[in-house]
């Protein structure tokens, strides 16, 4: 058997916190979704200003890199490049997923919604950092 590790609520909080300051410091507006291994919901934030609908986009691209293990930018990409069976796949093919891996697991992900995709991304990426 395995040991992994497990994120906490107040994993949770710490990297929601790091995110919404790269956000605010960039005068951004975002959902903030962070989902365990399971790809079950620690934390959804919408920030105020935020558009309506990415409160229900950044659980998704959380979601999408449990299930994959890889940014969800990869799937982006491959609608992108004309693979459009992907779009059938159970993904949200949208950049702003990233996932959070100890120890070659995944452990869970941050996804980010609300402007540009690499712009989400960043602010994913940043609330990552922060564990």
Partial sequence: MKTIRILTLEDARKMASAAEAEARTQGWNVSIAICDAGGHALWLQRMDGAPLMSAMIAPEKARTCVLSGKPSKVYEEMVNKGRYSALSMPVTPLEGGEPIMEQGQVI???????????????VARAGISAL
């Fill in 108 to 122: 869970g992900a941050v996804g980010v919604s609300g402007v540009q995709a690499a712009q989400d991304a960043q």
